[in-house]
């Protein structure tokens, strides 16, 4: 893998990606911020050597370098998932693209379910921890420790400096952000009623199918990491209603304005 690594980060920066500060993950039906940010550099998944390509109609597919809030950044339009046939391995392979390129910080966002029922959809959720349900490690592999500490600290993977500057400007925008936990399932079915009731005992808020891989992978790296669940549906066991996928895009993009303040304000601290 380190070789790729090499080759991949070569080609961006001959594409003209210089010193990104931050990178940013754009989670289901939100890709809003982009315009917001100057853009520089744009080049398509599936132009860049050994990178995996997006297979979802709602994910763009798209690694986009520009200016925001006057810092440089490196923008995923569209993620990948395990669901879509990759290994955690590939899904977390642009992390590590955009730490060799020279991010210091990661902020990810995601459209997850609301476990918790005080939790509403169109609010937005501040990932304090998370239960990693996606059945392995993305640094379960052989030569994970020429990358970095193969035993990999996870006492606090969301930065408890960047998450309480995000509380802050949530207070002083007057946007409700709820703090908790994210599970990360597999996918791509939606939960049954008894799994919901399972996430809930086991102390899940939220629930979805990205960000935790990403995250451990950013503290393997040992870069700074935060992430934004919008809450698209509330997933109560009780009264549970067939899941629109489009109904959850549009309320993902409704409530995206408000993400959009929290990192941009952001940014501009770090």
């Known amino acids: 893998m380190t070789k790729q690594i090499e080759k991949t980060t070569e080609y961006l920066i001959e594409k003209g990606f210089d010193k990104p500060e931050i990178g940013i993950v754009l989670g289901t039906g939100l890709g809003q911020l982009l315009d917001e940010i100057g853009i520089i550099k744009e080049v398509s998944y599936n132009h860049i050597p050994y990178f995996p390509t997006a297979t979802v109609e709602f994910h763009k597919g798209k690694l986009i370098y520009g200016m925001l809030e006057g810092k440089k950044v490196i923008v995923m339009q569209g993620r990948f998932h395990v669901y879509e046939g990759y290994s955690l391995q590939d899904v977390t392979y642009p992390v590590r693209i955009m730490e060799k390129l020279g991010i210091h910080t990661l902020l990810v966002s995601n459209a997850s379910g609301a476990i918790n029922l005080n939790f509403k959809k169109g609010e ?28 990999a600290d996870m006492s606090a993977p969301y930065d408890l400096e960047i998450n309480s500057k995000i509380e802050k400007i949530a207070k002083e925008n007057n946007i409700k952000l709820h703090k908790g936990v994210y599970a990360s399932v597999v996918g791509p079915q939606l939960e049954t ?20 891989p990403e995250i451990i992978v950013a503290n393997h790296l040992k870069l700074k990491a935060a992430a934004v669940s919008v809450l698209t549906d509330e997933c109560d066991p009780d009264n549970l209603k067939p899941v629109n996928i489009e109904e959850i895009i549009a309320m993902a993009y409704k409530a995206e304005p408000e993400m959009i303040t929290l990192f941009k304000e952001l940014i501009k601290t770090l």
């Not at 501040?126 to 392995?136: A, P, R, V, W, Y």
């Not at 009623?193 to 935790?212: C, F, H, N, P």
């Open 124 to 151: 937005l959720m501040l990932i304090d921890d998370h239960i990693n349900l996606q059945g392995s490690s993305p640094l379960a592999f052989k030569d994970v420790s020429q990358l970095g500490e193969r035993f």
């Open 193 to 212: 009623r008894a799994e919901y009731r399972m996430l809930k005992i086991i102390g899940a808020d939220a629930v979805g199918m990205s960000t935790v």
